[in-house]
Structures are given as C-alpha cells and as structure tokens.
C-alpha cells in the first residue's frame, strides 16, 4: 500500500478506532440507566413496578404523558403546564394521572386535548390555565415538532453526553464504572430509578406522572429559586412567563374555549383554575402596575370560559403559604391539597366523592409549611430543609 495511502487511514480512521470502544462503554452506560428505553416501556413498567423517571437526555414530556394516560386509563387527569404537577394520586381515591407540563400556550391546550381524546376521555379533568398564556408578548411555539421527539434513540451527540457529565462532576468516575458493571441503584422502597436525573438527583415523574422536587427538597442540589430572587428577577425584568404587557390576546381566548368545548362535548367534566403564585411574587408584580396591566384581564376572560372555576392566583384565601412553594410560581403538593379541598366546597365541582379528604386533611394538618408530603422516593435520613431560605421551620 503506498505510503501516502497508509497515513491518510492512519489520520482518518485511528481516531475512529480508539474513540469505538468508549462509545461502546457510553452506550452501555445509558442503556443500564434507562437512558434507551422507551417511553413504552417506562409507562409499562411504572404500572407494574412503580418508579421514579428523569431522563437527562431526552425532551419527551409531552408523548411520555399520553402514554402514561393510555397504561393507566384514568377517570380523572389533571392538564396544563408544570404548575399543575403536584396533583398526586394519593389526593384521589379514583384513578388519576397527571399530565402536566404538556400545556405551554393555548394552542398546545388544542393539541393535547385533542390527543387525549383519541385515546379516551376522562371522567374529570382539572384545567390548570396560566394567565401569562393570554399575553400577546409571552411567546409561544411555533409548531408542535417536540412531542415527537419520543426518546430511547442514541444520537451521535448523545452517545458523548456521559463524558460531559463525567468533566461536569454530574457523574462521579466511581458511579459510571458501577452502571457499566449492572449495579443500578433503587429507591430506598424498592422502586426502580429510570434516567440519570431519577437516579443521581432523585427528580422526576412517579408512575401518576406527578413530578418530585427531592434534590431540592431534601438539599441534594441547591434550590434553583432561593428567596425567589430568580422569579422576582424575571417579574421585575419582564422575561420568561412573566413579560410585561397590557392587553390579551383574544385568538388565545378562543383556542381555550375550543380546547374546553371539545372535552365537554366528549362527555368530560371540565374544571378550570388558575394556579397560584408566591405572596411575595404576586406583591411584586402587582407594584409594576401597568407592566402587567394585561393580568386582571386575563383572569377575567379565564373566569368566563368555564363553570366550575377558580382563581387561586392569590393562594392566600386557600390557606396557601410561601414556605409551601418549591420556587415563586410552583405550589407544592401540600398547597395543592388545600387548592382541592377549596374545590371540593363547590358543589359544581363533583369533586366530593372523589377525593381523598381525610388524606388531604391530615396533609394540611400535619405537613402545613412544607413543600411536599409525599415522601415515597425520600433517601434515608433525609428531611425537607428550609431550601428557599425563607426561614421557613421545617
């Protein structure tokens, strides 16, 4: 072989060569924490074994809930964006999944409903509608090309991604050469871990589709929100969901009411409600004045979309607290037991029968002030730490 021949392989080829087998050893390394397996089987085996699942590699919420939707068939769901993911099934004493994070904007709410239809329909669904969502300049998808993206495939740049984490410090050299030899941790009850984030953090969806905060309940990482300086942060800056305007958009309106109208004329009961923010967010937003002129408008629009409805913006009235909160606009599921008790005293709502009241009671009872109740994937030891710094006893 000439030797012009020999050194253009040796160029090309030897860096191919020697990077094959720690491709070879990254690959394994995803496969054994679930990084690979599909959302159809996550969803299965969540329903046979339970689980906590957080994939750190893959954006797919939206098609992963709807399969959870179909392997659990339940009677009711809650829908909307992450600010409903605290309803749990433990709350309900029929079958619920919660299919949260699945809702950004009103024409998602179209999509999602649409989706779920196709499926089945729900007895009770538990709308969670973001006023932001009418905000002309709160800025929305342009198409619907994420929910595709369904994960389990091995891309060439997530095939590098274990060694990412590796010079990150998110993966310790000792934990990678344990996943490589099969010794995949299990939460302390037993359950499996599926996904780097469910096993290295302990975040992610329990087999309702409900989300838990554990890395920063319990201190394992820091809070991302302390003293909700980040959310206050944004609320004064007019970024993310909380840009400043002074009108609704009406065309946002109208695919909410579509959205709604297509699950009422599926036979479902339809409840609508408007999540709450932190006192301390809430004030904030409210001494901008005109920046946020487009809010009262919004809530009114959302309060005539639908009966039964509340407007727990202000979670005060609810009983809500700030040390109950999990950053400036996410409740904690002992919040959201007092949102449901507060629901379940109206009689339209039909939720009487279907709640675990004497749960929830004990919830507020004992768990006032925390942010979770629901200690199911907690690690031995642990306790909820005052993670937003609020002074919060916990």
């Known amino acids: 072989m000439h030797a012009r021949y020999r050194r253009f392989i040796l160029i090309v080829l030897l860096p191919i060569l020697l990077l094959l087998p720690a491709g070879a050893a990254n690959w394994k390394f995803l496969k054994a924490a679930g990084e690979l397996t599909s959302i159809e089987d996550i969803a299965a085996i969540q329903q046979r074994k339970g689980g906590l699942y957080g994939t750190a590699l893959h954006p797919n919420v939206y098609p992963y809930k709807l399969e959870l939707f179909a392997a659990r068939s339940p009677e009711i769901v809650a829908i909307g964006s992450s600010r409903v993911l605290q309803f749990r099934q433990s709350q309900f004493n029929r079958s619920f999944a919660n299919l949260g994070r699945t809702i950004n904007y009103p024409a998602e709410a179209v999509k999602l409903v649409q989706d779920m239809l ?3 329909t729900p ?9 932001y ?6 800025t929305t998808a342009p198409d619907f090309r994420t929910h595709e993206l369904r994960g389990g495939s091995l891309t ?3 095939m590098m991604t274990p060694f990412r984490w590796l010079l ?5 050299p000792e934990t990678y050469r344990s996943f490589l030899a099969g010794n995949i941790p299990v939460a302390p009850n037993g359950e499996p871990l599926i996904g780097i984030q469910a096993i290295e953090d302990g975040a ?8 838990y905060y554990d890395h920063y309940i319990y201190g394992r990482r820091a809070a991302e929100d302390p003293g909700f300086q ?3 942060r944004r609320v004064t800056t007019g970024t993310s969901q909380f840009r400043h305007g002074r009108e609704i958009d009406a065309d946002r309106v109208e695919k909410l009411k579509t959205a709604i109208g297509l699950l009422r004329q599926a036979g479902a009961h339809v409840i609508t409600f408007v999540p709450p923010m932190s006192e301390r967010v809430r004030r904030k ?7 946020y002129g487009y809010a009262e408008q919004a809530r009114k629009a959302i309060a005539a979309l639908n009966t039964p409805h509340a407007d727990f913006l202000d979670g005060r009235p609810s009983g809500v607290e700030d040390c109950e909160f999990v950053d400036g606009f996410h409740v904690g599921d002992v919040g959201i037991a007092r949102l449901l008790l507060a629901l379940a005293r109206n009689p339209e709502s039909q939720l009487t029968d279907v709640l675990n009241q004497e749960h929830l009671r004990a919830v507020i009872e004992h768990e006032a002030g925390h942010a979770t109740s629901d200690r199911r994937f907690r690690r031995n030891g642990e306790t909820e730490i005052d993670f937003l710094r609020l002074g919060c006893p916990k």
Do not use: C, Q
């Open 118 to 120: 196709a499926i089945g």
């Open 123 to 131: 007895k009770i669904v538990l709308f969670g509608i973001d006023h």
């Open 133 to 138: 969502w009418l905000n002309p300049a709160y």
């Open 156 to 158: 060439p740049d997530a």
């Open 168 to 172: 990150e410090g998110r993966v310790t």
């Open 204 to 211: 992610g969806f329990g087999p309702d589709g409900a989300w």
């Open 230 to 232: 980040d959310t206050l």
């Open 285 to 291: 937003m409210d001494s901008l004045g005109a920046a």
